[in-house]
C-alpha cells in the first residue's frame, strides 16, 4: 500500500522574459529579530542587507514560526508544521521531517536546477535518509543539529557535528566565513546549463555567542554579550556581501531572485536580542516571535526600493518558487502556502489573508490583521494588528464577537490540521508484541491492551518460548501459558497452541510455529474494553515474546489504540524488547514510554531506576530518550488525550512522541549504569492531539 500521496510536478509555460528559469539564491539568519536590522532601528551595521533592501522589497509583514524547526520544515513543504506534527524544534534523536512529503529541492531539482544547501539542516538526522542530499539537494556543507559552535574543532581530524554531503568536514574557521565562502565556491563552479538553487542557512545569530574580535571592536559601549551577538550580525552581513558580489563578478544578478529572512525572532530575555518593540520573542507566536525581516531582489521583475504590506508567511515559498521555476505542483498535495510572486512584483498587493502559527506553548491564528492568541493556560488575546503592532491593546472584552469568531477560526484551524498527524483517521495499530524474561527474579511479565469501537475485534495473543529458538534468543521460556483477563475475570487460557490456528497465524502475519512447540495462544473476538495477557512461567524461568495481533485489520468498527506491558529488565538479552506495526495511510502519533520511577506510586517493588527507551525502524535507530521530561510540554498534553497516568516531575522516566508511517517497529528498553535492571512499564499508544 502506498503510503504518501504521489506529487506529480507538470511543465509549465515561461513565466517570465527571460529563456530560462531564474537562479533563485534563499539566505536564512538563524534567531535574528524583528528590530535587529538597521532598517528597523538596529544596533548592526548591516550594509550589504541594507543595500539588498534599496535593490528590491522589504516584506514589511513576513512571518516565520516561533522556532526553527517548524519554519524549515514550513519552508521546504509549503505545508504548515503542524499538520506534519510538529510545533517545536527536534532533537538529535526525534524523527524529523515526514520521509513521505516532497520538499522544494526535490521539485526545483526535478525542474532542472542545481540544488545546493550551505549551512543549518535541522530537519532531521536520526538516519541517512533525512540527511539533505537524500531529500532533494545534490550538495551539502554544514551541520544537521540545531545549533553547532562558530569556530569548531578538529576531532582526528573531522570537524565534529558537519557534513559535506554525507562526508567528513575537515576545514577550520568561523562558521559564517566558511558558509560564505562555500557559497562562492558554488556559485563560481556552477554548471552554467542549469539554473542555480543554492539555500544558506546560517546559524547566527543563534548562541553560542562567539565572533571575530575585530568585529566585536565596533561596539565599544555595548556589553561583552551585546557586543558579540551584533559583531555576529555583522559577520552575517558581510557574507551576503560576498555572495552578492560574486553573483555580480560571474554576471548573474539579473538572473537570480534572492531572498533574506530570518527563521524566528531573537531571544529577548538575554538582554541582546532585539524584536523591535514587538511583544515577547522567540518560542512565542506573539509578534515578536514570528514577524521577522525579510527582503527580495531580482531586477527586473521586483520593482527596486519597495515596502510590500502583504502577509507573506514561510509556507508561502515554496508555492512561490514553483511558479518562479516555471514548474507546478499537482492539487493531490495539500499545501498551505500561497504563490506571492504577485505581491513581489507590485508593492501595491495587499490581499487579505489567514494564517495559522502553532508553537508548543503558544498559538496564533490571522485574518487579515486581526488575531487571536491561545495561550498555555487556554486564554485568548485578541488585536488588531493594523492599529497596534506591539500587541499593546488586548481586544477579547471589548469586542466579544470579533474574539469569539477569531478563537473558534482557530480552533477549527488546530483540529483540522491535527487531523493529518493525529491517529484518528486511516492509520492503525495492527500488532504488537514484547520480548521480556519471565519467571525467577523476572517474575510474570504482564501485558495489557485496549480495544475501543463497537462491535467485536477478532484478536490473535500468543506467548512465544520455544518458537523463539529459531532466531537464535538463548535461555527461551521452555512452556509459556497465557491468561486472558477482562475485569479481573480469566476469560481465556492456553497452554499449547492449536494447530488449527496455523492458517489465522499466516493471514495476520505472524511467523509459524514449529508442529508440537509448547508455545501458547489464544485466538478469540473481543469487544471495546481493556484487557490483560499474563504470561505464567510455571516454575521455569527464560524469555518469551508475548503478542497481539488485529486479526480484522480492514474493519475499523473497533480499534486496538493502547498497549503496556511491565516486566523485568535485565541485560543482554534480558533487556524488553517491544514491537509493534502501524497500517494504513497516513500518520500514527504515538506516546511511547518506559515506566520504572513512576512505578513506585502503583506499590511495584525493585522498579528500574533509570530506563532508557530507543525507538528502531528497519534496525536503525531512529529516535530515543531517557528523561521524558525533555521532550517538553507537548509529552503532558500527549499523555492526557491517550489517557496515560501522570508522571511526577524529575522522575526518570522515559517517552518518545513521534509520528510514524505505516511500518514495523521495534523498541528497545533498557536500564542505565549503575543500575541497569528491575521492572519497568512499556507503554504504548495512539495519542491524538489535545483539542
Not at 159 to 183: C, H, K, M, N, Q
Not at 205 to 211: D, K, S
Not at 430 to 435: E, M, P
Not at 526 to 540: C, K
Request: hydrophobic share 40%; with cysteine; charged share 15%.
Amino acid at each position: 500500500m502506498r503510503l504518501a500521496t504521489t506529487l506529480l510536478f507538470l511543465g509549465a509555460s515561461a513565466l517570465f522574459s527571460s529563456a530560462a528559469p531564474p537562479n533563485i539564491v534563499l539566505m536564512i539568519a538563524d534567531d535574528l529579530g524583528w528590530g535587529d536590522v538597521s532598517w528597523n532601528g538596529g544596533v548592526p551595521r548591516t550594509p550589504h542587507l541594507d543595500q539588498l533592501r534599496q535593490e528590491g522589497m522589504e516584506l514589511n509583514r513576513y512571518y516565520g514560526h516561533a522556532t526553527c524547526t517548524p519554519t524549515r520544515m514550513s519552508l521546504y513543504t509549503g505545508r504548515n508544521a503542524y499538520r506534519l506534527g510538529f510545533s517545536s524544534p527536534i532533537g538529535a534523536n526525534q524523527t524529523g521531517l515526514p520521509l513521505t512529503e516532497r520538499l522544494l529541492p526535490e521539485v526545483l531539482r526535478d525542474a532542472g536546477y542545481a540544488t545546493h544547501l550551505v549551512g543549518k539542516w535541522h530537519v532531521g538526522e536520526t538516519t541517512s535518509d533525512y540527511y539533505p542530499t537524500n531529500r532533494g539537494f545534490d550538495h551539502y556543507f554544514g551541520f544537521l543539529s540545531g545549533a553547532s559552535d562558530y569556530y569548531g574543532s578538529l576531532n582526528n581530524g573531522v570537524r565534529r557535528g558537519w557534513l559535506r554531503d554525507e562526508g567528513p568536514v575537515t576545514d577550520i574557521g568561523y562558521s559564517t566565513d566558511l558558509f560564505a565562502a562555500e557559497a562562492e565556491t558554488i556559485i563560481r563552479d556552477r554548471d552554467p546549463i542549469k539554473p542555480l538553487f543554492l539555500t544558506v542557512c546560517f546559524n547566527a545569530p543563534h548562541t553560542p555567542l562567539e565572533a571575530p574580535a575585530e568585529l566585536k571592536a565596533n561596539y565599544p559601549s555595548l556589553s561583552d554579550d551585546a557586543q558579540t551577538y551584533n559583531a555576529m550580525i555583522e559577520s552575517m552581513d558581510l557574507a551576503v556581501g560576498r555572495i552578492t558580489a560574486e553573483l555580480a563578478a560571474q554576471g548573474m544578478t539579473n538572473d537570480t531572485l534572492v531572498i533574506f529572512v530570518s527563521d524566528n525572532g531573537a531571544v529577548v530575555n538575554d538582554g541582546y536580542g532585539d524584536n523591535g518593540g514587538l511583544s515577547m520573542g522567540k518560542g512565542s507566536t506573539f509578534e515578536g516571535g514570528i514577524r521577522l525581516p525579510g527582503l527580495a531582489r531580482w531586477p527586473g521583475q521586483i520593482p527596486a526600493g519597495t515596502q510590500s504590506e502583504q502577509v507573506i508567511a514561510d509556507v508561502d515559498w515554496f508555492p512561490t518558487l514553483a511558479r518562479v521555476a516555471e514548474t507546478t505542483t499537482d492539487a493531490k498535495v495539500v499545501l498551505d502556502g500561497i504563490d506571492q510572486f504577485d505581491a513581489l512584483q507590485n508593492a501595491t498587493i495587499n490581499n487579505s489573508r489567514t494564517l495559522l502559527v502553532a508553537a508548543q506553548n503558544t498559538s496564533s491564528y490571522f485574518n487579515g490583521l486581526s488575531k487571536v492568541v491561545i495561550n498555555r493556560n487556554g486564554s485568548y488575546n485578541v488585536f488588531d494588528l493594523a492599529t497596534d503592532p506591539t500587541e499593546s491593546n488586548e481586544l477579547s472584552t471589548s469586542q466579544p464577537d470579533l474574539a469569539a469568531s477569531l478563537s473558534g477560526s482557530l480552533d477549527r484551524e488546530l483540529a483540522r490540521m491535527r487531523a493529518d498527524f493525529s491517529s484518528t483517521a486511516n492509520v492503525n495499530l495492527i500488532n504488537i508484541s514484547v520480548r521480556a524474561r519471565a519467571g525467577g527474579v523476572a517474575g510474570t511479565p504482564v501485558p495489557g491492551f485496549v480495544i475501543t469501537g463497537t462491535g467485536n475485534k477478532p484478536t490473535v495473543i500468543r506467548a512465544v518460548g520455544p518458537g523463539l529458538a529459531e532466531f537464535g534468543v538463548s535461555g527461551v521460556l521452555a512452556d509459556p501459558q497465557i491468561s486472558l483477563i477482562s475485569n479481573s475475570i480469566e476469560i481465556a487460557a492456553n497452554t499449547q497452541w492449536d494447530a488449527a490456528n496455523a492458517t489465522t497465524f499466516a493471514t495476520v502475519g505472524a511467523f509459524p510455529l514449529t508442529s508440537g512447540s509448547a508455545d501458547a495462544a489464544v485466538v478469540t473476538s473481543l469487544s471495546a474494553g481493556s484487557y490483560t495477557a499474563p504470561v505464567d512461567p510455571g516454575s521455569a524461568s527464560g524469555v518469551a515474546l508475548l503478542e497481539v495481533y488485529d486479526a480484522a485489520i480492514d474493519d475499523q468498527s473497533t480499534q486496538l489504540v493502547n498497549t503496556s506491558t511491565r516486566a523485568y529488565v535485565g541485560t543482554g538479552d534480558d533487556i524488553l524488547v517491544p514491537g509493534f506495526v502501524v497500517y494504513g495511510e497516513g500518520k500514527a502519533r504515538l506516546l511511547i514510554r518506559a515506566v520504572g520511577p513512576g512505578l513506585n506510586d502503583f506499590g511495584v517493588p525493585d522498579t528500574l531506576v533509570n530506563p532508557r527507551i530507543t525507538l528502531f525502524r528497519n534496525g536503525e535507530a531512529i529516535a530515543t530518550n531517557d528523561d521524558w521530561e525533555s521532550v517538553g510540554t507537548d509529552i503532558t498534553d500527549a499523555s492526557s488525550a491517550a489517557g496515560a497516568f501522570a508522571l511526577s516531575s524529575g522522575s526518570l522516566d522515559a517517552a518518545i512522541l513521534v509520528s510514524l508511517d505505516a511500518g514495523n517497529y521495534t523498541v528497545a528498553v533498557e536500564g542505565t549504569a549503575p543500575a541497569p535492571t528491575g521492572t519497568a512499564l512499556f507503554e504504548l499508544y495512539l495519542a491524538p492531539a489535545p483539542n
